[in-house]
């Protein structure tokens, strides 16, 4: 399987010539989730769910559909029908090639003022996972989780135990659209062998960056 990091907390997956993206939002490139099969979407928060984002892959690929919670789906289902598939926790399901299996049910508190909103994360192929935004614990192993690094709801500690907690072979870095070019020198650093130790390999990738799983 091939990984490719895209804008933000999108990534796509590639296997068999056949490819799914995660979270094509209104941080990732405007053809993130171009060509790809599959689409799934974890919530529906701007940086994660964007319709013409969604709009220009359904549009290029007529055998593209989308697979996302409730909250999502009630949104776009109409624009594109028979093409947006509903899911929650529990629910196993393939698509473009991948089995996929949807873990969590909502987003992380981001303050006790602010509603939670629903969260899916999905893992592929049993082997990796993306959490979307919240610190959710498949509850069985992946070799890959995509962790979400910076955020208004997160701190290093948090991400450090989430980490161990999972224990995946190598967490790598998403949901970074708002950190400055020089944070990675502190997040590598302390997410890496310096650091208090994640008990995993750690990886940043910059935007059109791919990697062999």
Same mark, same amino acid.
């Given at each position: 399987?091939?990984?490719?990091?895209?804008?933000? !907390?999108?990534? %796509?997956? /590639?296997?068999? +010539?056949?490819?799914?993206?995660?979270? #094509?939002?209104?941080?990732?490139? @405007?053809?993130?989730?171009?060509?790809?099969?599959?689409?799934?979407? *974890?919530?529906?928060?701007?940086?994660?769910?964007?319709?013409?984002?969604?709009?220009?892959?359904? /549009?290029? /690929?007529?055998?593209?559909?989308?697979? *996302?919670?409730?909250?999502? !789906?009630?949104?776009?289902?109409?624009?594109? #029908?028979?093409?947006?598939?509903?899911?929650? @926790?529990?629910?196993?399901?393939?698509? !473009?090639?991948?089995?996929?299996?949807?873990?969590?049910?909502?987003?992380?508190?981001?303050?006790?003022?602010?509603?939670?909103? *629903?969260?899916?994360? =999905?893992?592929?192929?049993?082997?990796?996972?993306?959490? +979307?935004?919240?610190?959710?614990?498949?509850?069985?192993?992946?070799? *890959?989780?995509?962790?979400?690094?910076?955020? #208004?709801?997160?701190?290093?500690? @948090?991400?450090?135990?989430?980490?161990? &907690?999972?224990?995946?072979? %190598?967490?790598?870095?998403?949901?970074?659209?708002?950190?400055? @070019?020089?944070?990675?020198?502190? =997040?590598? %650093?302390?997410?890496? #062998?310096? +650091?208090?130790?994640?008990?995993?390999?750690?990886?940043?990738?910059?935007?059109? &960056?791919?990697?062999?799983?």
């Amino acid at each position: 399987m091939k990984l490719t990091k895209k804008g933000h !907390a999108c990534v %796509r997956l /590639e296997k068999d +010539g056949r490819s799914l993206v995660i979270d #094509p939002g209104a941080f990732s490139e @405007e053809d993130a989730a171009v060509g790809a099969e599959a689409i799934l979407v *974890t919530h529906e928060h701007m940086d994660h769910f964007d319709e013409g984002r969604l709009r220009a892959a359904l /549009e290029a /690929e007529p055998a593209a559909r989308i697979w *996302t919670l409730a909250s999502v !789906a009630d949104r776009i289902a109409d624009a594109f #029908p028979g093409r947006v598939h509903t899911v929650g @926790e529990g629910d196993t399901f393939s698509a !473009a090639g991948f089995d996929i299996e949807v873990h969590g049910q909502l987003h992380a508190v981001i303050h006790p003022d602010i509603p939670r909103i *629903t969260n899916v994360g =999905y893992v592929v192929d049993g082997s990796v996972f993306h959490p +979307g935004d919240a610190l959710t614990v498949p509850g069985r192993p992946v070799e *890959t989780l995509l962790l979400p690094v910076h955020a #208004p709801w997160n701190k290093l500690a @948090e991400l450090v135990d989430y980490v161990r &907690e999972v224990g995946p072979d %190598r967490a790598l870095d998403v949901h970074d659209a708002l950190l400055s @070019e020089v944070a990675p020198l502190v =997040y590598g %650093r302390m997410l890496g #062998p310096e +650091g208090p130790g994640i008990g995993a390999e750690h990886v940043r990738l910059a935007p059109g &960056e791919s990697i062999t799983l």
